[in-house]
């Protein structure tokens, strides 16, 4: 696969989008512009529309993984609502830790996936999820991206996306690359961890991923196969 892009960071991050659907054999040639409908989406169900949100559907924009590309970005429609947890993200480790236990993530997953849901209209920090009687999708996300980072695991990556190809809101997740697969992590609606292959095409469509620092948004682009 031959990928152009500014930073080596950004490559980096589209190999592992594109690992996950086992996609190869393609040249990523992205067009100049982004549309309109990518600056701002709706929530899933379980959480808050991002301001200025349009009001046109998504769906005629919303493309698989294997015909997007990820964009290094400085902002998103969500981050003033995110400036709660930016904290959180911007923690960096002190341990480096690659082969952390699927069970012990697993473990985590269900903790949170006990707690009952309770939407929220804020981004709720990882100490307010576990002392509250409910949490959302955007608080159990949070608090499993900072277990998981105090943890030692690297490549991980809160997302916010659709759940599904025909879900009219969006969803927030985490997605974990590993030398053993790429995972979904969706401590709202899973009790486990799932390979990304097993996911299918059509669920779990990232539209927005912040790792640390960093920030993405998928642009529209053009994949050319090449023989």
């Given at each position: 696969?031959?990928?152009?892009?500014s930073t080596s960071g950004d490559r980096e991050f589209f190999r592992a989008v594109l690992n996950r659907f086992g996609i190869s054999g393609f040249r990523a040639e992205l067009e100049d512009g982004t549309p309109a409908?990518?600056?701002?989406?709706?929530?899933?169900?379980?959480?808050?529309?991002?301001?200025?949100?349009?009001?046109?559907?998504?769906?005629?924009?919303?493309?698989?993984?294997?015909?997007?590309?990820?964009?290094?970005?400085?902002?998103?429609p969500y981050d003033r609502q995110m400036s709660r947890i930016q904290p959180v993200l911007?923690?960096?480790?002190?341990?480096?830790?690659?082969?952390?236990?699927?069970?012990l993530v697993n473990h985590w997953i269900q903790d949170?996936?006990?707690?009952?849901?309770?939407?929220?209209?804020?981004w709720k920090t990882p100490a307010e999820v576990e002392s509250a009687t409910f949490a959302d999708c955007k608080g159990k996300?949070?608090?499993?991206?900072?277990?998981?980072?105090?943890?030692?695991?690297?490549?991980?990556?809160?997302?916010?996306?659709?759940?599904?190809?025909?879900s009219r809101k969006t969803h927030a997740w985490i997605e974990w690359t590993t030398d053993s697969g790429n995972y979904v992590l969706d401590p709202?609606?899973?009790?486990?961890?799932?390979?990304?292959?097993?996911?299918?095409?059509?669920?779990?469509?990232?539209?927005?991923a912040y790792a640390g620092s960093r920030k993405y948004r998928v642009a529209a682009g053009t994949l050319v196969a090449k023989n």
């Open positions: 696969m031959l990928v152009s892009f409908a990518y600056r701002s989406h709706n929530y899933y169900d379980y959480c808050e529309p991002a301001a200025g949100q349009p009001s046109q559907s998504l769906s005629s924009h919303l493309r698989s993984v294997a015909e997007s590309v990820f964009l290094n970005v400085d902002s998103t911007f923690t960096k480790s002190s341990t480096h830790n690659e082969n952390l236990s699927l069970g949170l996936r006990g707690i009952p849901y309770g939407f929220s209209s804020e996300a949070v608090a499993l991206y900072q277990k998981m980072y105090s943890s030692g695991a690297q490549n991980v990556r809160l997302v916010i996306g659709r759940r599904t190809s025909t709202t609606i899973n009790w486990s961890a799932y390979r990304s292959a097993d996911v299918g095409n059509h669920s779990y469509l990232p539209l927005y």
